[in-house]
T-cell receptor, first 114, second 115 residues
Framework: AQSVTQLDSQVPVFEEAPVELRCNYS??????LFWYVQYPNQGLQLLLK??????LVKGINGFEAEFNKSQTSFHLRKPSVHISDTAEYFC????????????FGAGTTVTVRA | EAGVTQFPSHSVIEKGQTVTLRCDPI?????LYWYRRVMGKEIKFLLH????????ESGMPNNRFLAERTGGTYSTLKVQPAELEDSGVYFC?????????????FGPGTRLLVL
C-alpha cells in the first residue's frame, strides 16, 4: 500500500514571495502523482498531475511540481504567490495499473499575507 | 461540461438519524469514488464503483454505511444510524480510464455534522 507525507502542515508566506510545498510518498510499485487544491468553502480542484514523461509538470495558476523518483518526492512550487493562493493543498498518489484509488497527504494550509 | 455535483452541500442531523448523500458524476465517467475527511485527519478512500458494480469497498468504516449506484449513473451514500464520529466532509469523484491512466475529478463535498 502507498502512503503520502506532506512535511508542512502550515505555510505562511508573503505576497509575491515564492512557495514550496513538500510531498514524499512510499510505494512498492510505480505511481501516479497529483496535487489538488481546496479554496475556502470549495471542493477539491486538480492543480497538476504526473502520469509519465517529463518529470517537471506545469499546472494551473502558475504552479509546477517536479517528480523525483530516487527521492520519492513530488514537491509543488510557485515562484510568486498571490493572496488568492490562500488555500489547502493536498498531495495524492495512486498505484499504476492497480485500483487507482487515491491516497492523500494530510494537507498543507498556505496563508498568503500582503 | 458539467462537473461532479453533490447534494446536499451541508447536512446537520442528530445522532441516530439517517442521512443520504448523493453524487452525480461527470457524464460518461464509469468510475465513481467516495472519500471522506473527518476533522483534522487525512482524506480517506471509502469505496469505488465501476458503472453499477462495487469494485472496492475496503474503506467503508462499518455496516452503517451503504452505497449504491443504480443504473451506473448517480450514486448515494446512506449512513444509518449516524454516529458522532461520522461527522466530516464526504467527497465524490469520478473518472474515465484512458490508456491505462486515470484522473479523478472531485465534487464540492457534503459537510456532515452529527450532533
Amino acid at each position: 500500500a502507498q502512503s503520502v507525507t506532506q512535511l508542512d502542515s502550515q505555510v505562511p508566506v508573503f505576497e509575491e514571495a515564492p512557495v514550496e510545498l513538500r510531498c514524499n510518498y512510499s510505494s512498492s510499485v510505480s505511481v501516479y502523482l497529483f496535487w489538488y487544491v481546496q479554496y475556502p468553502n470549495q471542493g477539491l480542484q486538480l492543480l497538476l498531475k504526473y502520469l509519465s514523461g517529463s518529470t517537471l509538470v506545469k499546472g494551473i495558476n502558475g504552479f509546477e511540481a517536479e517528480f523525483n523518483k530516487s527521492q520519492t518526492s513530488f514537491h509543488l512550487r510557485k515562484p510568486s504567490v498571490h493572496i488568492s493562493d490562500t488555500a489547502e493543498y493536498f498531495c495524492a498518489v495512486s498505484e499504476v495499473s492497480r485500483d487507482y484509488k487515491l491516497s492523500f497527504g494530510a494537507g498543507t494550509t498556505v496563508t498568503v499575507r500582503a | 461540461e458539467a462537473g461532479v455535483t453533490q447534494f446536499p452541500s451541508h447536512s446537520v442531523i442528530e445522532k441516530g438519524q439517517t442521512v443520504t448523500l448523493r453524487c452525480d458524476p461527470i457524464s460518461g465517467h464509469d468510475n465513481l469514488y467516495w472519500y471522506r475527511r473527518v476533522m483534522g485527519k487525512e482524506i480517506k478512500f471509502l469505496l469505488h464503483f465501476v458503472k453499477e458494480s462495487k469494485q472496492d469497498e475496503s474503506g467503508m468504516p462499518n455496516n452503517r454505511f451503504l452505497a449504491e449506484r443504480t443504473g451506473g449513473t448517480y450514486s448515494t451514500l446512506k449512513v444509518q444510524p449516524a454516529e458522532l464520529e461520522d461527522s466530516g466532509v464526504y467527497f465524490c469523484a469520478s473518472s474515465q480510464r484512458l490508456a491505462g491512466t486515470e484522473t479523478q475529478y472531485f465534487g464540492p463535498g457534503t459537510r456532515l455534522l452529527v450532533l
